[in-house]
């Protein structure tokens, strides 16, 4: 063999040496790195924020929004089909707006601080009026005047929205 020629069989380039353990290896620990980033990225949420802030996922809001939009598309339902409500629709009427006050409540309504400034400015007059809505419904003889003011409610939030 000349001085100058290389052996082919003593080749030391790293790319020959690495095993197939090494890789999967380095995979696991990236893997496992980002997963605790994210989870760390969630504890520091809870740690900056007050202990009286709700974080509102946007998918939350929206199917909470949805359900309300449902709901009072049931009641209007139920007092459009005929002049006199009898006693089982009111019934009906009065656990639609219970289901309402729930969905109210689970978006902060009480003066609790959330992420989405616009519903803190007016979730509580819309607890009021759902409030107010679900007493009359429920007094004897029932008033659904206050129903009107539901529908108005979100009528004035959301009629320059594009949701």
């Not at 890789?23 to 990236?30: E, H, K, P, S, Y």
């Not at 089982?88 to 978006?107: C, P, R, Y």
């Amino acid at each position: 063999m000349k001085k100058n020629q290389l052996n082919t069989n003593t080749d030391s380039s790293p790319a020959r040496h690495r095993t197939p353990g090494r890789t999967q290896v380095r995979w696991l620990l990236i893997s496992l790195l980002s997963a605790g980033l994210l989870i760390g990225c969630a504890q520091i949420r809870k740690a900056t924020y007050p202990s009286d802030f709700v974080y509102l996922e946007q998918n939350q809001i929206r199917s909470e929004m949805a359900l309300l939009s449902l709901y009072m598309r049931e009641i209007d339902a139920i007092l459009l089909d005929d002049s006199t409500v009898s006693s089982a629709q009111q019934e009906q009427i009065i656990k639609i707006l219970s289901k309402v006050d729930n969905s109210v409540d689970s978006l902060g309504a009480g003066n609790i601080r959330t992420n989405h400034l616009v519903l803190d400015d007016h979730i509580d007059q819309f607890k009021s009026d759902v409030t107010v809505a679900l007493r009359d419904a429920s007094s004897d003889p029932p008033n659904y005047f206050a129903l009107g003011r539901l529908s108005g409610g979100c009528v004035a939030c959301h009629q320059f929205r594009d949701f």
